[in-house]
């Protein structure tokens, strides 16, 4: 194996332009993206790293005023986007540049479908396939500090070489086992809703344990959880930040009315209560009680909705055994939830992902022979 080239360090829009030209003349570019969060909603980003079989770069956004040819890169269908485990890049590049990679090959998820086992790091699937032991101790560096060393741009410049290798190596394989199209949809499904913004309406839905609610203290949660994560967006500041779940929950429940009662609740804080108490009642006497929503998971309780679930379970394990597909892709506990939702509501709404793409083809036939319903 040769030594990893020197990389090139990238501060300005005309070097940013013509590396991004050069790329979107290429079959594949490999990208990962360096970024801090630790009080923010979100990503600040710190460095991205491009490998296009040729230049090995180091892109510093910070100085950057137009990073417009580096999403026009990341759009081009005609260019595949390698990434490792892509979740949080997506999130970056729909938040920062409005777009998502188009076609998308994420090495992680290729790793499942080659059968290699479960969702593998990085440094891991390197060593598989190049037998390369990768230093890891620079993963905690802060990515927005200037400048920075040797050492630590070494190792973000290995995180898309080494990657570019490996893509050459699995893609190959994956067509072989007939799966490529199966992987381009699941870059597809990563995708998928990742340009819309969060809507307020149904940020309560993320709120831990929110289920446990009766349907007045979720009407009362909805109202809160929108206000939360409009002060969120507005400062950007992470949500557990502005005010955290648990004390949601407890606003939720108590509905308090008047400054003298939140200030005896417990899980807020003095400073929480001088900063955002009065619009945390204004919240909850917006609260449309009289119209809550739907409660969460209500078929969940229900024990013949248990039984159809874990028959269905079932049913998905042994179709993922006979055609060597690990269960957790196929058909995760969340996938068949959905499917047996969707058949207890006699197939109303959008379709599960169970009945679409590779996922259909596998498993329509099978389940649809199932009795789920009582």
């Known amino acids: 194996m040769q030594p990893m080239p020197q990389w090139q360090w990238i501060d300005n829009d005309e070097d940013l332009a013509a590396l991004c030209r050069q790329c979107r003349q290429k079959d594949a570019v490999a990208l990962d993206t360096e ?5 923010t909603l979100n990503a600040q980003l710190g460095l991205i790293q491009i490998y296009d079989g040729e230049t090995l770069a180091l892109v510093d956004p910070l100085p950057i005023r137009d990073l417009g040819p580096l999403w026009q890169l990341i759009a081009d269908p005609a260019v595949v986007k390698v990434l490792h485990s892509a979740s949080e890049d997506l999130e970056i590049f729909a938040h920062r540049g409005g777009v998502i990679p188009t076609p998308l090959f994420d090495t992680q998820v290729a790793g499942v479908l080659l059968n290699l086992g479960g969702a593998m790091g ?4 390197i060593q598989h396939y190049l037998e390369i032991e990768l230093d890891k101790g620079e993963a905690r560096t802060d990515w927005l500090k200037r400048p920075l060393s040797d050492k630590q741009l070494s190792y973000a410049a290995a995180d898309v070489y080494y990657l570019l290798k490996v893509y050459r190596l699995m893609r190959p394989a994956i067509e072989q086992m007939g799966r490529l199209d199966w992987l381009w949809q699941e870059g597809e499904r990563a995708c998928r809703g990742r340009l819309k913004p969060d809507d307020p309406e149904k940020a309560y839905l993320k709120v831990k344990n929110a289920w446990q609610l009766k349907p007045r203290q979720l009407a009362v949660l909805k109202s ?4 939360r994560l409009g002060v969120a967006q507005q400062r950007d500041l992470a949500l557990s930040f502005v005010l955290k779940d648990a004390a949601l929950l407890n606003l939720a429940r108590r509905a308090p009315r008047s400054m003298a009662y939140l200030v ?7 400073r929480e209560i001088q900063r955002h108490g009065k619009a945390i009642l204004r919240a909850i006497a917006l609260a449309d009680v009289d119209n809550p929503p739907e409660a969460i998971d209500p078929l969940g309780q229900d024990p013949e909705f248990r039984e159809s679930l874990a028959l269905a379970r079932k049913v998905v394990q042994g179709l993922a055994e006979r055609e060597q597909v690990a269960l957790e892709l196929l058909g995760s506990k969340k996938l068949v939830q959905q499917y047996v939702e969707w058949v207890w509501r006699e197939r109303f709404g959008p379709e599960p992902d169970l009945v679409q793409g590779w996922r259909g083809d596998l498993c329509v036939q099978t389940l649809a022979d199932v009795k789920l319903l009582p």
Do not use: D, Q, S
Not at 122 to 125: E, T
Not at 224 to 227: N, Q, R, T
């Open 224 to 227: 809160l959880a929108a206000w």
């Open 122 to 125: 990085y440094g891991k699937l």
């Open 35 to 39: 970024f801090v969060r630790t009080r």
């Open 264 to 270: 005896k609740m417990e899980g807020l804080h003095e």
